[in-house]
Nanobody, 120 residues
Framework: QVQLVESGGGLVQPGGSLRLSCAAS????????MTWYRQAPEKQRELVAS???????IYAESVKGRFTISRDNAKNTVYLQMNNLKPEDTGVYYC??????????????WGQGTQVTVSS
C-alpha cells in the first residue's frame, strides 16, 4: 500500500509565501513523475507543476516565475515553493505520483489535499 501525505497549506496574505510538501511512503519500487494540482471552488482541477525523475519540470503559465517544484528522491518527497501568492492561487492543492510498486506494476496515486487560502 502507498500513501501520499501533503502538508504546508494555510492562510497567507497576498504577496506571501508557502511551501508545500508531499511525502510518499509504503511499498514503492520507484517514482517517475510527481505533480501538484489544485482545485478552486466550483472549478476543475488543474495542473500547477510537475517534475519527472531526471529533472524535467513543467509549470502552468499562471504560476511561472512564482512557483518552484523540487523533489528529494531519497525521501520520496516533492515540494512546491510558492512565492508572491495571489488570491487566485486559493484552492485545495493535491499531490499526484506515478510510481512503481514492483518492477512491472505502475500505479497512479493521489494525496488527500491541503488547503491554501490567499486573502487579506
Amino acid at each position: 500500500q502507498v500513501q501520499l501525505v501533503e502538508s504546508g497549506g494555510g492562510l497567507v496574505q497576498p504577496g506571501g509565501s508557502l511551501r508545500l510538501s508531499c511525502a510518499a511512503s509504503g511499498s514503492i519500487f520507484s517514482i517517475d513523475t510527481m505533480t501538484w494540482y489544485r482545485q478552486a471552488p466550483e472549478k476543475q482541477r488543474e495542473l500547477v507543476a510537475s517534475t519527472a525523475n531526471g529533472g524535467a519540470s513543467i509549470y502552468a503559465e499562471s504560476v511561472k516565475g512564482r512557483f518552484t517544484i523540487s523533489r528529494d528522491n531519497a525521501k520520496n518527497t516533492v515540494y512546491l515553493q510558492m512565492n508572491n501568492l495571489k488570491p487566485e492561487d486559493t484552492g485545495v492543492y493535491y499531490c499526484n505520483a506515478i510510481l512503481r510498486t514492483s518492477r512491472t506494476t505502475w500505479t497512479n496515486y493521489w494525496g488527500q489535499g491541503t488547503q491554501v487560502t490567499v486573502s487579506s
